[in-house]
T-cell receptor, first 110, second 116 residues
Framework: GDSVTQMEGPVTLSEEAFLTINCTYT??????LFWYVQYPGEGLQLLLK?????DKGSNKGFEATYRKETTSFHLEKGSVQVSDSAVYFC?????????FGAGTRLFVKA | DAGVTQSPTHLIKTRGQHVTLRCSPI?????VSWYQQVLGQGPQFIFQ???????GRGNFPDRFSARQFPNYSSELNVNALLLGDSALYLC???????????????FGEGSRLTVL
């Protein structure tokens, strides 16, 4: 069945460091891919999305490219800030549902 | 504009009891999905309702049921509660559902259920 696997956390970085959170997926057909973020004390919210192969989603300095050949959608940011500390979830659509990974907690130190 | 609202925010029940959770979607959204999030894990899909019909169901027992009302609000019901049902229950709305589902979800802040 469809699934999403993302790197385990927590990931701890210093401010201005480069961030990569790996995500791979399995799916039948051609899913859309997403990154959602959950900031402390807040609800889950969409960060970025890509709907077809080679699309790049971007938002708030974060980027992820839909790689069909490697079934991956890795999240990157060139320079993280303390305010980026949150839990990040990779997700794909499987028909009528969205399937989430287990989440990766990011801590950014000042 | 109001986002997705859920009630109650927290509740405590004992094993064997029944619970009803409520959700109001963003105005104009016709689809509501329910997810269960156990601490430290990602949300697990329970149901999708679109235009008042069930369009999808996840791998949950029949103790879980839901419905959607004419105003597109929704209820999730869980019967015969087990300790393992303790979780954060998330409601999410989207403009389309069924074959028009795009995967983009707008979440409420959840109802945290504790079963003792």
């Amino acid at each position: 069945g469809d699934s999403v696997t993302q790197m385990e956390g927590p990931v701890t970085l210093s401010e201005e460091a480069f961030l990569t959170i790996n995500c791979t997926y399995t799916a039948t057909g051609y899913p859309s891919l997403f990154w959602y973020v959950q900031y402390p004390g807040e609800g889950l919210q969409l960060l970025l999305k890509a709907t077809k192969a080679d699309d790049k989603g971007s938002n708030k300095g974060f980027e992820a490219t839909y790689r069909k050949e490697t079934t991956s959608f890795h999240l990157e940011k060139g320079s993280v800030q303390v305010s980026d500390s949150a839990v990040y979830f990779c997700a794909n659509t499987g028909g009528f549902k969205t399937i989430f990974g287990a989440g990766t907690r990011l801590f950014v130190k000042a | 504009d109001a986002g997705v609202t859920q009630s109650p925010t927290h509740l405590i029940k004992t094993r064997g009891q029944h619970v009803t959770l409520r959700c109001s979607p963003i105005s104009g959204h016709k689809s509501v999905s329910w997810y269960q999030q156990v601490l430290g894990q990602g949300p697990q899909f329970i149901f999708q309702y679109y235009e008042k019909e069930e369009r999808g169901r996840g791998n949950f027992p029949d103790r879980f049921s839901a419905r959607q009302f004419p105003n597109y609000s929704s209820e999730l019901n869980v019967n015969a509660l087990l300790l393992g049902d303790s979780a954060l229950y998330l409601c999410a709305s989207s403009p389309g559902g069924g074959s028009r589902y795009t995967g983009e979800l707008f979440f409420g802040e959840g109802s945290r259920l504790t079963v003792l």
